[in-house]
C-alpha cells in the first residue's frame, strides 16, 4: 500500500510491515499504525513513521547496540498484551526512542524507560512504561572522552 | 478538581470498574492499590511525563540532524574497539 509522509514523500510499503500499537505512543493515543523505516544503509537510526499521519515519525534504534546489558522485565506487558510467551524469544523485539537536540546531535539521548516492545509474529507494538528501574529518560549515545 | 478525606483502608471508586484503595501512610508518603481494566493505563505522573516528553521531541528530530547523528553514533562506537 502506499502511504503519505512528509519527510520521505509517498512511500510504497508491503501491508504486513505494518506495526498496530493499541495504545499507541504515550501523548499520541490516537495514533495506532506505524512502520520501520531504516533511516540509511549503515545507520543504527529507523524512523517509526505513522501510516496515518504524515507528519508524524519518532526515531528508534535497537538499545544493545549502544547498552548491551539492557535488561527490562516483559512479563506482565505479556499478560497485558495477551501475547504468546513460549514464542517470545524468537517474535520480540526491543527498541528505544532517540532524542537529538536541534542542531546538536553529539548531544543525543535515548529513553530507556519508555521502551517499545515490538511482536514481530501478529505485528503489534506497546510502548512500556519504566518505573523503579536505575535507567534514565536522556541516556547519552555519545560518550565524552 | 473533586476533594475527598479518606481512612486507612478505605476506597475510592471511579465508575464501574476502577477502585482505589488507601493502603499505607507513611509520614509523607501514601500507598495506593489500584484496580482498574487492563485497557485502562496507570503510570506515576513524573514517569508518563517524561516518556510523553521524550516521544514528542523525538517526533521534530530534523533528517540532517539524523545523518550527522549516525556519522557521530559510529565514529564514537569505534573509538571504543
Redesign the interface.
Known amino acids: 500500500m502506499k502511504i503519505k509522509t512528509t519527510?520521505f514523500g509517498t512511500i510504497t510499503i508491503e501491508e504486513e510491515k505494518i506495526i498496530t500499537m493499541p495504545?499507541g505512543?504515550?501523548?499520541?493515543p490516537d495514533v495506532k499504525r506505524f512502520v520501520m523505516l531504516q533511516?540509511?544503509e549503515?545507520?543504527?537510526?529507523f524512523w517509526y513513521q505513522s501510516v496515518d499521519d504524515p507528519m508524524?515519525?519518532?526515531?528508534?534504534m535497537s538499545p544493545f547496540?549502544?547498552k548491551p546489558d539492557y535488561n527490562v522485565d516483559i512479563e506482565n506487558v505479556l499478560k497485558?498484551m495477551s501475547w504468546n510467551e513460549e514464542e517470545k524469544q524468537n517474535t520480540l523485539e526491543l527498541y528505544v526512542?532517540?532524542?537529538?537536540?536541534?542542531?546538536?546531535?553529539?548531544k543525543?539521548t535515548a529513553?530507556l524507560?519508555?521502551p517499545i516492545l515490538i511482536n514481530n509474529k501478529i505485528h503489534q507494538a506497546v510502548?512500556m512504561?519504566?518505573?523503579d528501574s536505575p535507567y534514565t529518560?536522556?541516556f547519552p549515545?555519545?560518550?565524552e572522552? | 478538581m473533586l476533594i475527598l478525606t479518606r481512612k486507612l483502608g478505605e476506597q475510592i471508586t471511579i465508575g464501574d470498574d476502577i477502585t482505589i484503595t488507601l493502603l499505607e501512610i507513611k509520614g509523607v508518603q501514601v500507598k495506593l492499590g489500584i484496580k482498574a481494566p487492563k485497557s485502562i493505563s496507570i503510570h506515576r505522573q513524573e514517569i508518563y511525563e517524561r516518556i510523553r516528553k521524550e516521544n514528542l521531541n523525538s517526533s521534530e528530530v530534523s533528517a540532517s540532524d539524523l545523518s550527522e547523528a549516525t556519522s557521530i553514533f559510529h565514529i564514537n562506537r569505534s573509538k571504543d574497539k
Not at chain 1, 505512543?25 to 499520541?28: K, R, S, T
Not at chain 1, 508524524?56 to 528508534?60: D, G, N, Q
Not at chain 1, 526512542?97 to 553529539?106: C, H, M, S, T, Y
Open positions: 519527510r495504545f505512543m504515550l501523548g499520541f533511516h540509511k549503515d545507520s543504527p537510526f508524524l515519525a519518532f526515531v528508534i547496540l549502544f497485558e526512542v532517540v532524542n537529538i537536540p536541534k542542531g546538536a546531535p553529539d543525543m529513553n524507560i519508555g510502548q512504561v519504566i518505573s529518560h536522556k549515545l555519545v560518550r572522552n
